[in-house]
């Protein structure tokens, strides 16, 4: 069965705007099946996935496979205008997903030589694949499992790190990238576009890494 979200019927039965309603239906809807089940609301999904199209205004989305596990609600929310890659969790799911998908970053490096030679020995992979770097170490896995002139050109993007290094408090945030300051990015930038057989082609970097979102907040203008 595919999953089309733009054909769903209207939305029946108790609305969000009613938790303990909506609660209590999602709850009697899985109220006969063994545990642990996970269920997926469809008109939530289609509201939600509706409201980040406005709410972008025009800027494209990249999904995030880490955190939408189930192909099929990949697939369909990819299917709405608006949408447009993946991010991916590890290689071999960006190398399988690439079967049917044509953009897709890997959201962080890999030294999974497997994966790798696959990778870098099919050209229409390595088309739709980018790879996802910190250290320039992961380019020489790279060229360990295939030399620049026997492979496919590999597409790579930095993975920078925005975190906040402050003079009092110290460092807030995530540790996620050794590459932090702007003059770190330069450099590793000019280390790919230097190197034979690699293709620079993006940056990551985001502001949830100098921090998170409790569940329940009231709106915050000011940071």
């Known amino acids: 069965m595919s999953l089309d979200l733009l054909s769903l019927p209207p939305a029946t039965g108790p609305g969000w705007n009613d938790p303990a309603a909506f609660w209590a239906a999602r709850s009697a809807a899985v109220s006969a099946v063994s545990g642990p089940v996970a269920a997926i609301d469809l008109d939530a999904l289609r509201f939600n996935a509706m409201d980040l199209v406005v709410r972008s205004a025009g800027v494209p989305i990249r999904v995030a496979s880490?955190?939408?596990?189930?192909?099929?609600?990949?697939?369909?929310?990819?299917?709405?205008?608006?949408y447009r890659g993946i991010l991916a969790?590890?290689?071999?799911?960006?190398?399988?997903?690439?079967?049917?998908?044509?953009?897709?970053?890997?959201?962080?490096p890999s030294v999974d030589r497997a994966a790798l030679e696959r990778l870098v020995r099919d050209d229409d992979l390595a088309r739709r694949v980018t790879l996802m770097i910190d250290d320039p170490a992961q380019l020489d896995v790279v060229d360990a499992v295939a030399a620049p002139s026997a492979r496919a050109r590999v597409r790579v993007a930095i993975d920078a790190d925005a975190s906040w290094r402050a003079p009092v408090l110290g460092h807030v945030g995530v540790r996620r990238s050794p590459v932090h300051e702007p003059a770190e990015v330069v450099r590793l930038a000019r280390s790919i576009v230097t190197r034979p057989g690699f293709e620079l082609v993006g940056l990551m970097m985001y502001e949830a890494q100098i921090a998170g979102q409790p569940d329940q907040v009231k709106p915050q203008y000011v940071v």
């Not at 189930?70 to 205008?81: C, F, H, N």
């Not at 969790?89 to 962080?108: Q, S």
Request: net charge negative; proline share 3%.
């Open 89 to 108: 969790f590890t290689l071999p799911e960006a190398l399988w997903l690439a079967r049917e998908h044509d953009d897709i970053v890997l959201g962080y």
């Open 66 to 82: 880490k955190s939408i596990r189930v192909r099929e609600v990949l697939d369909a929310t990819l299917a709405i205008g608006g």
